[in-house]
């Protein structure tokens, strides 16, 4: 009885199944502008980005700093037609001179000297055993000892009953 109800409550839950989920849409207000700039001469960051939209096209750029000293400028434009971009580079590369790196050379390797020689054993001693030699077996005859007849009891024995 008691699986019965269980399988019931089971299937009655499997039957409602799960409430769907919906995601709140969100529409960004349209139009939008935005920019902002990160110029730190400490650190050597140089950053800026800028994007506007007037609801059926979204254009802007944005500029970072390169490590080899120049500076990365993208220009943009996503609309119905997908996203296009044009980049730019202002600033010439500047790399490093090249440094040859010192070399080092290992020393030459000397296996030590031998430290050690052939072990010494003693010659081993063996013990020298016999073949085992074995008594011829002896019967022992034994003492006839008292036998017990079999003896019956006739007369009944008494039951007496309480109650």
Known sequence: MKITILVVF?????VQGYQSYRTSEYNSPMPYSFSWDVNDYASKNNYAHSESSN?????????????????QIVTYRADHNGYVADVKYEGEAKYPEYRPTPSYSFPAYQAPARSYSAPAYRAPAYATYSAPAYAAPVAVQGKRGYVAAPGYNTQPTSIAFRG
């Open 10 to 14: 089971v299937m009655t839950v499997a």
């Open 55 to 71: 609801g059926k096209a979204v254009t802007g750029s944005y500029r970072v700093a390169l490590p080899d000293g120049r500076t």
